[in-house]
């Protein structure tokens, strides 16, 4: 079952700025990537998506709801969290989730258990009771996370959950959308620029360029059959290349990497063997899906 | 953000999220968590203790009015302040009170961008708006009406008439309470709509007190001219002798200053439509507000 299914949808500003042409798409339950370029329509999906703008044409169903008539039914089960910042730098993280819990309708004390234990499962804990503004970007971040998943919403829409943060807390937040979307059972419609970023905890992807369809498909779908392992030694790679050659391996040389197709489970330890035998010290060896990136690129020039 | 993504993580892990099944309650529920969270807001509470100094000491000077009144009544028998001169004295106090709280209540979530937050949930903006609105003239109805009841009490503790004498007192209470709302009302339409054009508390802020301010003098000039219909409709130039001329059509007693002889009905009307003119321009507003 479709979680979101649009038909033809289209959304123009004053009959001039378009911002989404004809998108088409039916989305299944999980972790999806939205992603595109800043300006291509993922924010003004979003909120359509909330019954916050109505479109100019074609339809959406949300949860097999129309956001623009029954607007009430379709919020009470999603869950938002905006890219900008949105939070008064004067309240606790604690009182505020739990006043937006109560504005979605959970009673006083139920919203109160919510908001702490939201805010636990997005990793505050003491700091809750210190007023926001003395937050670093990235409890910002969670704490807006933490009111989205206040009110137990059934999909999550998230715009740009990585906004600002550092490296190491966009792996995080990364991690803690994906768990929110397999453990939590929460379906998560991520929104980014980042391609690599979103690739990696999806399960479908729906890449739109102006406001157009660029591809919509799961993640398994598109990176099918292309898994490679990548090889590196500390020295002697020319070696370890030969020798994988004459193991009948389909070896090619990227810089100081190996890459050869995984064809089965038997390549890691034919690989390793062969390492083991030439006595080379082993750098890394993982494995390596195809970038998503690269099936777009394949994808553009193919179009070109 | 270190100490968020190392040992505690294991924790999270075997808590487990809960699914909610309990109640969800409707829009009324959600209309008066607004309008609670709107007053607690407007006397601070909650809050920092910052945020309390201003509508505490507002509260205080004009209970401090109050209870002054009372005891002068009691001891020397003198009426310094009835309950509609009372509101009128304090109304200065009043502009000063919006001033400050009508921001709190709605430049703050605009600058804070806290909106779309509020308008990606069941609640649209006439709800948003009403819980606003009513938690300001409550807000406001409270800063008058506690002291009113303090005067009241005074005056049934000390009648010499007994019974009849409380009864007679409670006669004056009630249209002072009314005449008070009917200030909370107003203000709270006019202080909410010019809060609500700038997310910055200083400007709306002074945006409101200067609403309040020009227009005094229009008044002033108004009465001084020659045609006594001039004189009698002056009062409709400025939100304070608006009321106060509804008061002296409608309670007897109340405010001698402004005699508006038979316009008292065009007064109400402009009450009315002022306060109408101020919500539904809001509501446009936040309608435009909420879909962004």
Not at chain 1, 89 to 106: K, M, Q
Not at chain 2, 76 to 87: C, D, E, H, K, Q
Not at chain 2, 144 to 173: C, I, N, R, S, Y
């Amino acid at each position: 079952m479709s979680i979101i299914a649009t038909q033809n949808l289209t959304k123009t500003y004053g009959g001039r700025v378009t911002a989404l042409a004809d998108l088409t798409v039916a989305v299944e339950p999980g972790v999806i990537g939205l992603v595109g370029a800043n300006g291509a329509g993922k924010s003004t999906f979003i909120k359509i998506m909330l019954g916050l703008i109505a479109p100019t044409g074609g339809s959406v169903r949300v949860f097999d709801l129309d956001p623009t008539v029954e607007t009430d039914q379709v919020r009470a089960r999603v869950g938002y969290m905006p890219e900008n910042d949105s939070l008064p730098p004067d309240v606790s993280a604690s009182e505020f989730v739990t006043h937006l819990g109560r504005i979605s309708g959970l009673p006083r004390t139920a919203a109160r258990e919510r908001a702490s234990e939201a805010l636990r499962h997005v990793g505050l804990y003491e700091e809750r009771y210190r007023q926001i503004g003395g937050y670093s970007t990235g409890m910002k971040q969670r704490v807006k996370l933490a009111q989205a998943l206040v009110h137990d919403p059934d999909l999550l829409l998230l715009d740009e959950p990585t906004n600002g943060m550092d490296p190491a807390g966009r792996d995080s937040m990364l991690a803690l959308v994906q768990r929110i979307g397999t453990e939590f059972g929460i379906s998560v419609v991520v929104c980014s620029h980042l391609l690599g970023e979103v690739e990696q905890i999806c399960d479908s992807l729906i890449a739109i360029e102006g406001g157009r369809l660029l591809r919509a498909d799961r993640i398994s779908a598109m990176t099918t059959a292309s898994d490679v392992l990548a090889v590196e030694v500390s020295e002697g790679t020319e070696e370890l290349a030969s020798a994988l050659k004459e193991l009948g391996l389909d070896v090619t040389v990227e810089g100081r990497l190996l890459l050869v197709p995984m064809d089965s489970e038997v390549t890691y330890d034919r690989i390793l063997q062969a390492v083991a035998d030439l006595d080379l010290p082993l750098h890394r060896l993982d494995q390596r899906r195809h970038r998503v990136a690269e099936l777009f690129a394949q994808r553009e020039t193919a179009d070109v | 953000m270190s100490e968020l993504a190392t040992t505690d993580a294991s924790v999270i892990h075997d808590i487990g999220y809960q699914r909610y099944t309990g109640r969800r309650l409707g829009r009324g529920a959600v209309f008066g968590a607004i309008y609670v969270h709107g007053i607690r807001a407007a006397f601070g509470l909650g809050r920092s203790a910052k945020a309390k100094i201003f509508p505490w000491l507002v509260a205080g000077i004009v209970l401090l009015v109050a209870v002054i009144v009372a005891a002068v009544r009691s001891q020397a028998g003198i009426v310094l302040l009835n309950y509609t001169t009372f509101a009128d004295t304090m109304s200065w106090l009043v502009i000063f009170f919006v001033a400050i709280i009508a921001p709190e209540l709605v430049s703050r979530d605009m600058r804070s961008g806290v909106l779309p937050l509020y308008f990606s949930r069941p609640l649209r903006a006439a709800d948003y708006i009403g819980a606003k609105f009513a938690a300001l003239a409550s807000a406001v109805w409270l800063l008058l009406g506690v002291p009113q009841l303090v005067m009241f009490v005074g005056a049934a503790f000390t009648t010499k008439t007994g019974m009849k004498g409380v009864w007679h007192e409670l006669g004056d209470l009630l249209p002072g309470w009314a005449y008070s709302l009917l200030w909370a009302v107003v203000f709270a339409s006019i202080s909410l709509l010019i809060a609500s054009a700038t997310g910055k508390r200083a400007f709306a802020a002074a945006g409101i007190v200067a609403a309040f301010l020009m227009t005094t003098p229009v008044v002033a000039v108004l009465l001084n001219l020659p045609s006594s219909t001039a004189q009698h409709l002056a009062g409709l130039a400025s939100p304070m002798s608006l009321i106060g001329g509804i008061g002296s059509w409608l309670i007897y007693g109340a405010n001698a200053d402004l005699n508006v002889d038979r316009f008292g009905p065009v007064y109400g009307i402009e009450a009315f439509t002022l306060i109408a003119g101020c919500l539904l321009l809001l509501l446009a507003r936040y309608r435009k507000v909420a879909s962004l």
